[in-house]
């Protein structure tokens, strides 16, 4: 059902995903939504963000990002605290996609994640919503800063992962705060790999 774009399938896929007392009948009624992306979906799908299984509130979570519809914002920042980190690290994913600078001061404090998956989403996330206001330069000093400083801190992290996603993007977002945390990563880490893309994202900055 979730290959066909057909108005009639929507209703009962809703209905399934709101009341079927079977977790895996709601999480494949979620993933059929998931790929039918009707407006009268997404409240069902935001809702689904809570249910009491992880695999539908996992589903519902992705769809709102590849929806890319900013109601689900707020939700889906509820979700970093989620209990389950795949719930967690698809919340930062999504909340990635979508862009919103709303999401950014959430991701800074997921960047604490006790699970290092977690944390290289949540990494992975404000990189791109740094790129993504620096594509827009207009506004880039509003949203795009705010993404420097939580990555910054990511430097530092335990996880190479962490570290190296943090390396890159700073380089990509190209904003002259990174230099002096990046020349310390470079004199510092004690992974060849991130030096190496500390010396690379220096040069991106300039």
Request: hydrophobic content about 45%; glycine content about 6%; proline content about 3%.
């Amino acid at each position: 059902l979730g290959l066909i774009e057909d108005e009639r399938v929507v209703e009962p896929l809703i209905h399934t995903l709101k009341d079927d007392e079977a977790k895996r009948v709601r999480w494949r009624a979620a993933e059929a939504l998931r790929h039918i992306p009707p407006m009268e979906a997404i409240v069902p799908l935001i809702e689904a963000m809570t249910d009491e299984d992880s695999s539908v509130r996992t589903t519902a979570v992705k769809a709102m990002g590849e929806f890319g519809n900013e109601m689900a914002v707020e939700s889906l920042v509820k979700r970093l605290k989620d209990e389950v980190r795949r719930v967690r690290a698809a919340a930062a994913k999504s909340l990635g996609e979508l862009g919103h600078p709303n999401a950014i001061d959430a991701l800074s404090e997921a960047l604490e994640d006790e699970d290092s998956s977690v944390r290289m989403m949540v990494a992975k996330a404000l990189r791109k919503l740094g790129t993504r206001a620096l594509e827009a330069a207009e506004v880039f000093n509003e949203m795009g800063k705010h993404t420097v400083f939580p990555l910054t801190e990511a430097l530092w992290d335990e996880d190479e992962t962490v570290r190296l996603t943090a390396v890159q993007a700073l380089g990509e977002l190209h904003d002259s705060q990174a230099v002096q945390p990046l020349l310390e990563i470079l004199q510092k880490d004690q992974d060849g790999n991130i030096r190496a893309a500390a010396a690379l994202s220096l040069g991106d900055i300039g």
